[in-house]
C-alpha cells in the first residue's frame, strides 16, 4: 500500500500491504521465554534505527545483533538506567530523525512508573513518531509479573503484535496475531513463524 513503510521482514510486510504506515507504534508482546529479539533485529536492516534497552547493556545489545545471521542494520543502541527511565528515554527519542525506527527492549522499566507520567510519555511518543514520519516499536514481556501500565501501553499503541510461543510434542511453535491494527487493514489470520537464525514462515504444517 502506498505511504507504508517495509519492516524489512518479508512475511510481515506481504500481511501488512507493505508495511507500516508512518507514525505508528506497535506494542509488540511476547514471552520471555521466546525468541522475540528476532524480529526486533531484523527490523534495524529497513531503515536507520534508535535501539533503547534497559535490561541488557548496549554492548550485549549490538553484540547480539552484529552476531546475527539474518539480514540486520547497524542500530544506534542506547542503555536507558532504571534511574529515571522517562526522561532518559524521551531525551533520546527527541533527536530521532526522520523515518526512522525506535525499537524499545523491553517496556517493563517504563511501565512501572507513574501512571500519569507514563501516560505523557506515550503520548509524546506519539506525537514524535508523527513528527518524524518514524515508526516505534515496544517490546513488551509477558508473564505472571506484569507491569502495572502493560494497558495503557495497549491502549495508546496503535497495534499490537502478539507472539505466542508453545512446546507441542517435539516441535517449538510460534504463532504471531494482530489483534490490534488501528484504521483497519490487519490480517485475520495468525501467522505461524519459524524462528531459528531469521524470522520466516513455518512451512512444516498448517501454513498460515
Known sequence: MAGRLETGIDVLDRKLDGGLPPGFVVAYTASPASQSELLLHELTAARGTLYLTTE?????????????????????????????????????????????????????????????????????????MLETGSIAILHCLTGRDEP?????????????????????????????????????GQPTDVIKLELTEAVEIDTSRDIA
Open 56 to 128: 541488557r547493556t548496549d554492548d550485549v545489545v549490538r553484540h547480539a545483533i552484529e552476531s546475527s545471521q539474518a539480514k540486520v542494520g547497524s542500530p544506534t543502541v542506547r542503555y536507558v538506567s532504571s534511574d529515571d527511565p522517562l526522561t532518559e528515554a524521551t531525551r533520546l527519542i527527541g533527536a530521532l530523525p526522520d523515518g526512522a525506527n525506535l525499537i524499545v527492549d523491553t517496556m517493563d522499566a517504563l511501565e512501572r512508573t507513574d501512571r500519569e507520567e507514563y501516560l505523557t510519555f506515550l503520548n509524546d511518543l506519539k506525537s514524535q
Open 148 to 184: 502495572i501500565n502493560r494497558t495503557q501501553t495497549e491502549h495508546v499503541a496503535d497495534a499490537v503484535f502478539d507472539l505466542q510461543t508453545k512446546v507441542s510434542g517435539t516441535q517449538v511453535e510460534n504463532h504471531l496475531a494482530i489483534p490490534k491494527f488501528r484504521g483497519g
